[in-house]
């Protein structure tokens, strides 16, 4: 195997473990600050179970919604396609941009290399799975995904593993 094979495979490797090198994987063009990698850090901390509960503030525009909202749930829907995750936030339309973002992101050649085993219906093949602009469910892993709400919206009687709530204001 030849030296650049051989680390493809091992960044892919990490990719799937780390979310702050899945994001510079599946985002190569995104600026990484300091902000950024201890953002990430975090959020990787939270992916893995080690942080419970966690409140992010920074200034507008600052990447929190990338990070959170955008790059967290398809890298959890890929760690865990079992569980159900729940973005909310002030409205509906801004919680469906983040359901779209996410199922764009999952259908790019990137993240079909750090999770081949992770698909999501493409409206032809797989009709059972859900994948509108309220839900994404992955292919195999029935009733679970990603659920997105608006304020108002009810969750009543489903599961929820993971809660973003992202812009409640």
């Known amino acids: 195997m ?20 899945y994001m510079r994987y599946v985002r190569p063009d995104l600026e990484m600050t300091t ?4 953002y990430y850090k975090i959020l990787d901390l939270f992916a893995h179970k080690r942080v419970k509960k966690l409140i992010i503030s920074a200034p507008p525009q600052a990447g929190k ?8 749930p398809s890298f959890l829907m ?7 995750i729940v973005i909310g936030s002030y409205n509906t339309e801004l919680a469906r941009t983040f359901n779209s973002d996410v199922q764009r992101r999952m259908r790019e050649e990137a993240y079909g290399a750090v999770f081949p085993y992770t698909v999501i219906s493409d409206g032809r ?3 059972e799975y859900k994948c509108n602009a309220d839900e ?15 304020r108002g ?3 009543t009687g489903r599961k929820v593993d993971v809660m973003i709530m992202d812009d409640l204001y």
């Open 2 to 21: 030849d030296e650049s094979r051989y680390a493809e495979q091992m960044v892919r490797y990490m990719a799937e473990r780390d979310f702050g090198i």
């Open 35 to 38: 902000f950024h990698r201890n």
């Open 65 to 72: 919604s990338e990070g959170s909202s955008r790059g967290l």
């Open 78 to 84: 890929g760690m865990r396609p079992s569980d159900s």
């Open 125 to 127: 093949e797989n009709r």
């Open 136 to 150: 994404t469910q992955v292919v195999g892993e029935d009733g679970s995904g990603l659920r997105v709400v608006g």
């Open 153 to 155: 919206s009810s969750l």
